[in-house]
């Protein structure tokens, strides 16, 4: 296998184990709505600033795979819980990295402001959204109730976006891997 094949590799695991980990960092749960704050997705937009397109989701998808047999969702432990209130936020997380890598490819601006409008876009306001849509379906409650209620989660979001962006600079500097 040639080096950078196996550099990619590694980056893809590495990502990956970052996710498990904030999994295991332990929800703090809202009680008016049930889906709890956590600091996985922090994570799964690392993945997608730092990764792309395609890596990115194998990351995630890897994610997904551990959660089969490991609690690896902070929020629904197993992905045998993968029909829970909180699961169509996990599941937008897999088109997370796509959508980043879409955005920052097709407007390749260096300009700060610009590249966290696009990953937010991606990572928080389209999760926040689909997370919204399947938990008033699970839930039986009205879109605008749980897109209401979603909005909580805005704001903590846009912290954990930021606090990714972050880091994906500081580790880019030392190793470019994708497009930030
Ligand atoms: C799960 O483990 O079932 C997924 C939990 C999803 C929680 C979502 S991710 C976006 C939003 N921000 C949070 O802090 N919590 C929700």
Partial sequence: MQKSRIQSNLNIALISTVIVILGFIPPIPLGFIPVPLVLQNLG???AGILLGAKKGTIAIILVFLVGIIIPTFSG???LAAITSPSSGYAVAWLFVPFFTSLGLQKFPIQNSYSQFFIVWLAGVL???F?????LAYATQISIYSAIL????????DTLKEFIALIIAKRLLKIKPMSNV
Avoid at 130 to 134: H, K, Q, R, V
């Fill in 44 to 46: 799964v937009m690392l």
């Fill in 76 to 78: 629904s432990l197993t």
């Fill in 126 to 128: 389209f999760v926040d």
């Fill in 130 to 134: 689909t997370g919204a849509l399947w």
């Fill in 149 to 156: 209620s979603s909005l909580i989660f805005i704001p903590g």
